[in-house]
């Protein structure tokens, strides 16, 4: 299986991953969108649960960077 992590400008390539943190009261569920570009985070989640409103979380949150970068030139 080929991997492409490699784009040319800001907002062309996004990845996005999710995993677990054992702590002591259980659980931590965290989600992170990067570009790759920039490898900058462009947004995450952490939660207690792995359900779709933590991906999304993590989605939303770098929509509302990206349009916010826009904003600034």
């Known amino acids: 299986m ?4 490699f784009a040319e400008a800001a907002n062309v ?3 996005a991953d999710a995993s677990y943190i054992p702590t002591d009261e259980g659980f931590l569920y965290m ?3 990067l570009d790759m570009f920039s490898r900058r985070v462009m947004g995450w989640a952490m939660s207690n649960h792995w359900y779709t409103e933590l991906m999304l979380g993590s ?3 770098a929509l ?3 349009c916010s970068d ?3 030139g």
Not at 2 to 5: A, C, P, S, T, W
């Open 2 to 5: 080929r991997r492409h992590f």
């Open 13 to 15: 390539l996004w990845v």
């Open 31 to 33: 989600a992170v969108v």
């Open 59 to 61: 989605l939303d949150m």
């Open 64 to 66: 509302l960077q990206r």
């Open 70 to 72: 826009a904003t600034r």
